[in-house]
């Protein structure tokens, strides 16, 4: 794990910050997202501390951020919420694909035939987002272990993010956007086609992405979101705006839009997402409070997004 300069005290200030529920939510994730960084033993618990809120949006960012640390200490946790089946779908997807990022894929690893156990138990759930979410970690955690390549080569992507699936090494935009698309093709084939177009980032793939919010399941089109996300293009806007307006359109997946029109940070973006302040989905509703100050940070170009010690200090 990392270590930084914060004391102790400053670290459980963070944490009693980001768990009091009194607090604005942009706030909240300011301070998550100043733990994540930290990265200690002591971060993980303060995190893990907070998974009774109520809000399944902070629930899930708080699993999400646990699965990029790849934080061991908090696979109990994690396992414990994936098998609550009265928490929020989303939440317990993203305890599915944390797991799947924790999970070393080496046969010295005394974790991983624990979470792929708990990963194998849902891998059939009830709700399509969780299910798919457990077979895409359980092919990552097999292809991690086939793999020639070292594990800590292969898990963190060029956006210094642990992905559910690794980049497909074809470069053809062509070919890629056939497999992206192809509703024949399985999800794992898919999503290595979508975060390989992410990594090329030509007008081209992200113009295929942005093609791809119309296709396949919630959490394929969820995770394209994502990706538009990373790559922060203005290009997408027009593709993100519509999906997050879709009424119809999972709230999984219009909350991620929102988060991407928030990481792309234009005047434009902003306008857009005040309109979605009252969305009648408490899960997009808070997605556009957190884009907002998301927004704010990219048009102010303030040196760090995640300064919580002057956050909770006021």
């Known amino acids: ?30 301070a998550l997202f100043t733990l994540r960084n930290i990265n200690t033993s002591l971060a993980v618990r303060e995190i893990c501390q907070c998974f009774s809120d109520p809000s399944a949006l902070l629930k899930h960012e708080l699993a999400y951020c646990l699965g990029q640390m790849q934080a061991e200490d908090s696979v109990p946790m994690l396992i414990s919420t994936l098998a609550t089946k009265e928490e929020h779908p ?20 005394a974790i991983t035939p624990l979470i792929t156990s708990a990963l194998e ?12 979410t457990c077979q895409l970690a359980l092919n990552r955690v097999l292809h991690l272990e086939k793999s020639a390549e070292p594990a800590e080569k292969l898990n963190v992507s060029k956006y210094n993010s642990v992905d559910p699936a690794f980049p497909s090494s074809c470069q053809d935009v062509t ?20 975060f390989a177009l992410r990594d090329i980032g030509s007008p081209e793939s992200i113009a295929l992405l942005g093609k791809a919010l119309k296709c396949g399941s ?12 990373q790559l922060q293009s203005p ?5 993100l705006t519509d999906s997050l307006a879709d009424l119809a359109e999972n709230e999984m997946v219009r909350h991620e839009c929102a988060e991407a029109l928030g990481a792309i940070g234009t005047p434009e973006c902003e306008e857009i997402l005040k309109k979605f302040l009252e969305d009648k989905e408490q899960v997009v509703r808070e997605s556009v409070e957190v ?24």
């Open 218 to 229: 919630a959490l394929f089109r969820h995770e394209i979101a994502f990706v538009l996300g």
């Open 90 to 109: 989303m939440v317990r997807h993203e305890c599915g694909e944390a797991l799947g990022a924790i999970a070393k894929g080496t046969k010295n690893s």
């Open 291 to 314: 884009a907002l100050d998301i927004c704010e940070y990219e048009m102010t170009g303030d040196f760090q997004y995640a300064n919580s010690l002057q956050t909770v200090s006021t």
């Open 235 to 239: 290009l997408s806007v027009t593709d």
């Open 121 to 132: 138990d849902h891998k059939k759930d009830p709700y399509p987002e969780v299910a798919e």
């Open 1 to 30: 794990m990392g270590g930084t300069s914060f004391t102790e005290e400053q670290v459980q200030k963070i944490g009693s910050y980001l768990r009091d529920e009194s607090k604005p939510l942009k706030g909240r994730f300011r």
């Open 175 to 194: 070919t890629l956007g056939e497999d992206l698309l192809s509703e024949e093709n399985d999800l794992w084939k898919r999503y290595r086609a979508m």
